[in-house]
C-alpha cells in the first residue's frame, strides 16, 4: 500500500485534472489513478480520424485560471481533439498536476473499510490504495460498447473501436474498411475514413440526422475579445441552462466583411412559417437552422415539420436517390438524442469508394474471418471498425465494483436503474462521490464548467467535515429517492423521453439497461443552487457521522 492521501480520485480526465488543483487548494492530499499512460480522459482515448468536439473550445475550457485563460490560443473554433488533449497536457505540466497522478492503473474493486472509515481501492495488477474519501472521476461516455456479434472473434483483419483509438497512426491506405454505428463518432470519423481508404462501407443500424459543423479558424480578436470579458463569460456560463454563456463578440469582430447571417428574419417558432418561408429558410440556410426553433422541442406537430425539412434537404444532398431514402431519420425526431455534428457527412455518400448498407432492410448475420455476412451478401473486409458508443453514464462507476456498507454493491443498488442524490453521492456509500455523476446536468451541460462545479462542491464538503471533525457523509435515502423522482418528472415530455427515442441518455443502447433517462434536464442553474443550498444550510439532506 501506498502513501496515505486524503482524498483517492479514479479518473485522470478533466474531472480528475481539476480534482488535484483545487484539493491541492484546499490543503488536501490527494492522488489520481488513471488507466491511460497520461492526462485527457475522453480525448485520451478518443483519437479517432475526425473526432472533435461539439462545444467552442472558448467556452470547452477551464474557468479556474484567469492566467490560463490569457495564455492559451485555441486554433479553431470547435477544437479537433489532439488540440484539446494539448490543452489537457499543458494544464497538467503548467500546474504540475502530474505529480499527483498515477497512470497505468485501472482499479477494478472500490471497498468501504467499516472499522477504519476508509475507502480501500484494489489495481488490475494488485496495488492497493486506502483514504477516507474516495472521488469518482470516471467520465460519462468511458466505457466503450461492442455489440455480442456472431464470429466477431474470428475476424482476422484489424479491429478498432472510436473509443480506444490506438496512440499509434493507423495506415488504411488502399484497405477495405468497414464501419459499425453512425451515432457523433461514426458521423465524424466517416468522411475522414473514406479519405483514407481503399473502399469504406458503412453499416448504418438507425440514420442520424446531422448538422454541419462549424469549421471557422480561431480569429485573434475573437479569441481577444473573450479574454477581455472571460470573468463575466464564466458568471453567464453559471446562468445558462447547458453552462454556455452564449457569448457573442461585439458586431466589429463577429463577422468578417461580407458575411451576412439572416435567420433574425424568420419568425422563433417553426409552426409560425407559412410554407413558403419554410422553403425560404431551408435554402438560404443550413441544417442547423431547424435547431433554432423552440417548439420543435415541445411540440410534436413542430418536430415532425423540421424533421420532414431535414428529409427534404438530406434529399438533396445525397445523388444516388436510393442511398438518400436510406440516410433518412424517420423512426424517432430531432432533439430526443444528443445533436450530432459533421463535416461533409452527406457528401462521403457522392464518392465512389463509399457503401452504405442498411442494417434495418437486413442485420448483420455474423462476421467472418474476413468481413461480415449480411443475408446472402458477404462484404470484404480488411479492416472493421467499431462506432458503438459507450455504456454511459453508469458503465464506469458499475465496472469499478464498489461495495459500500456491509459489503452493499452498487450494481445492486442500481439494479433498476442509477439512484443518487444530485449524481454526486450514494446512500449505503459514505465518503463516495462521483463527477457528473447520473441525476446531475453532466452531458447535457459544457462538461468543463458541470465538472468544476462539481469538484468543487466535493472539495467545500470534504473541508467542511474535517474543520468540524466529523468523520462521514452520505445522502439520507429520501434525499435521493425525492431527487431521482424529481429527475425523471422534468424529463417526461419532453422530446428525450417519448417512445420512439432509443437514446443512450436513457440507457436504450444497451441490450437490459434499465430504461431511465439518466442526466438531469432542469438546467445548470437550478441544479447548482440546489447544491449551493445543500453547502450553506450544513447539508440537510445527508447524514453526517462523528469521529
Ligand atoms: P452512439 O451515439 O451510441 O452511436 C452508436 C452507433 O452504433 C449508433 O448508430 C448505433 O445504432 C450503432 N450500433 C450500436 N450497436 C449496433 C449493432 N449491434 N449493430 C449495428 N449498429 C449498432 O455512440 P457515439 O457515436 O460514440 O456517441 C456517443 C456520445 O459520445 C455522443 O452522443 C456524444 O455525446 C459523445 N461524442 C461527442 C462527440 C463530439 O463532441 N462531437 C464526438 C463523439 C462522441 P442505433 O442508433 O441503432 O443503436
Not at 89 to 100: G, P, Q, S, T
Request: aromatic content about 10%.
Amino acid at each position: 500500500m501506498t502513501g496515505q492521501v486524503d482524498a483517492l480520485v479514479v479518473g485522470g480526465g478533466f474531472a480528475g485534472m481539476y480534482a488535484v488543483y483545487r484539493f491541492r487548494q484546499l490543503g488536501l492530499k490527494v492522488k489520481v489513478l488513471e488507466a491511460g499512460t497520461d492526462v485527457g480522459g475522453t480525448w485520451y482515448w478518443n483519437r479517432y480520424p475526425g473526432a472533435r468536439c461539439d462545444v467552442p473550445s472558448l467556452e470547452y475550457s477551464y474557468g479556474f485560471s484567469p492566467e490560463l485563460e490569457q495564455s492559451w490560443d485555441w486554433p479553431e473554433v470547435f477544437s479537433a481533439q489532439e488540440d484539446i488533449l494539448r490543452y489537457a497536457n499543458h494544464v497538467a505540466d503548467r500546474f504540475y498536476l502530474r505529480r499527483d497522478m498515477q497512470f497505468n492503473t485501472r482499479i477494478v474493486s472500490v471497498e468501504w473499510q467499516e472499522d477504519a472509515d476508509c475507502w480501500r481501492l484494489t489495481s488490475e495488477a494488485g496495488e492497493v490504495f486506502e483514504a477516507p474519501f474516495c472521488v469518482m472521476a470516471t467520465g460519462c461516455l468511458s466505457v466503450p460498447m461492442k455489440p455480442d456479434i456472431s464470429g466477431a472473434q474470428d475476424f482476422r483483419g484489424e479491429v478498432y473501436h472510436t473509443g480506444t483509438w490506438p496512440k499509434e497512426p493507423v495506415d488504411l491506405t488502399g484497405k477495405r474498411v468497414g464501419i459499425i454505428g453512425t451515432g457523433s463518432s461514426g458521423v465524424q470519423a466517416i468522411p475522414e475514413l473514406a479519405r483514407q481508404a481503399g473502399h469504406l462501407t458503412v453499416f448504418q443500424r438507425t440514420p442520424v440526422y446531422t448538422i454541419p459543423a462549424n469549421r471557422k479558424r480561431m480569429r485573434a480578436a475573437v479569441q481577444q475579445e473573450f479574454r477581455d470579458h472571460y470573468r463575466e463569460i464564466r458568471e453567464m456560463q453559471q446562468h445558462n441552462t447547458g453552462g454556455v454563456s452564449n457569448f457573442r463578440p461585439s458586431r466589429s469582430v463577429q463577422r468578417p466583411a461580407g458575411a451576412t447571417r439572416d435567420a433574425s428574419r424568420f419568425p422563433n417558432r417553426l409552426l409560425d412559417l407559412d410554407p413558403g418561408q419554410r422553403d425560404a429558410l431551408m435554402q438560404a440556410q443550413s441544417l442547423g437552422a431547424l435547431l433554432a426553433f423552440r417548439d420543435i422541442y415541445t411540440d410534436i406537430e413542430a418536430n415532425d415539420i423540421a424533421n420532414e425539412l431535414y428529409r427534404e434537404a438530406v434529399r438533396r444532398m445525397v445523388d444516388d436517390p436510393v442511398t438518400a431514402e436510406r440516410l433518412l431519420p424517420r423512426n424517432y425526431g430531432l432533439g430526443c438524442k444528443r445533436q450530432v455534428l459533421d463535416r461533409d457527412y452527406y457528401e462521403t455518400f457522392n464518392r465512389a469508394n463509399v457503401t452504405l448498407v442498411d442494417l434495418g432492410e437486413t442485420p448483420i448475420g455474423t462476421i467472418t474471418p474476413s468481413g461480415i455476412q449480411i443475408g446472402s451478401q458477404h462484404h470484404d473486409l480488411d479492416v472493421l471498425i467499431y462506432a458503438t458508443g459507450f455504456d454511459a453514464m453508469t458503465g464506469a462507476l458499475l465496472r469499478a465494483n464498489i461495495r459500500g456498507r456491509g459489503g452493499y454493491e452498487l450494481k445492486e443498488k442500481w439494479a433498476g436503474g442509477p439512484v443518487a442524490y444530485l449524481g454526486l453521492q450514494m446512500s449505503g456509500f459514505p465518503n463516495l462521490f462521483t463527477v457528473t455523476g447520473p441525476g446531475s446536468p453532466s452531458v447535457l451541460c459544457n462538461m468543463l464548467v458541470a465538472i468544476e462545479q462539481h469538484v468543487n462542491w466535493i472539495g467545500d464538503c470534504i473541508t467542511y467535515l474535517r474543520s468540524t471533525s466529523q468523520a462521514t457523509i452520505e445522502p439520507l435515502p429520501q434525499s435521493e429517492e425525492s431527487w431521482v423522482e424529481h429527475v425523471n418528472s422534468v424529463a417526461e415530455g419532453t422530446m428525450y423521453t417519448t417512445p420512439s427515442c432509443n437514446s443512450w441518455y436513457l440507457g436504450a443502447n444497451i441490450p437490459g439497461k434499465p430504461r431511465i433517462f439518466m442526466p438531469y434536464v432542469g438546467g445548470f442553474p437550478r441544479y447548482r443552487e440546489r447544491c449551493e443550498m445543500e453547502t450553506s444550510s450544513g447539508y440537510p439532506g445527508f447524514v453526517i457521522g462523528q469521529d
